[in-house]
């Protein structure tokens, strides 16, 4: 029996075209060595408490299927570990064509997950990120 951390539920995955369209166009994006990365707020109509990743793998990286599917199946099993620390927000991972025969993708991937955190961090109502504006009282 797996426990819900070490699952990939499909609450979990980005599903619609439209989905990875937005991520494209308008997420925050961070390069890996063998992926970029690519990092949003949740939808409004998704559930804000979980973190969802979408991958994409085409054929430029490897013209095999089994190569392309045994490089997601190392991002889904990264995801997995590091869900729980991730914010909640979508993320969705290219893979580079310098990924194809590689072994070693799993220390590019937990940097790029480091990151993520750092790019999905709520917007901050001051200038500075974790710092409460303060009000003071007007003075006549």
């Known amino acids: ?17 439209g989905e990875f369209q ?3 166009r308008d997420g925050k994006r961070s390069h890996g060595r063998y992926f970029r990365l ?3 707020a949740p939808a409004p109509s998704a559930d804000a408490s979980e973190s969802r990743l979408g991958i ?11 190569e392309r599917n045994r490089i997601k199946r190392i991002v889904r099993e990264s995801f997995r570990h590091c869900r729980e620390r991730l ?4 993320y969705l991972l290219v ?8 072994d070693a993708l799993s220390s590019d991937l937990d940097t790029l997950w480091r990151r993520a955190v750092s790019l ?7 200038t500075m990120p974790g ?7 007007p003075s006549d």
Do not use: W, Y
């Open 38 to 40: 690519h990092v949003m």
């Open 22 to 24: 937005r991520m494209l």
């Open 95 to 102: 893979a580079k064509p310098e990924c194809a025969g590689i």
């Open 87 to 90: 914010p909640p927000g979508d």
């Open 120 to 126: 999905n961090q709520a917007a901050a109502t001051g």
């Open 56 to 66: 994409t793998v085409s054929k430029r990286v490897s013209k095999r299927a089994v």
């Open 131 to 137: 710092c409460v504006p303060s009000v003071s009282a």
């Open 1 to 17: 029996m797996t426990t819900p951390s070490s699952s990939f539920p499909p609450s979990a995955r980005l599903h619609t075209p």
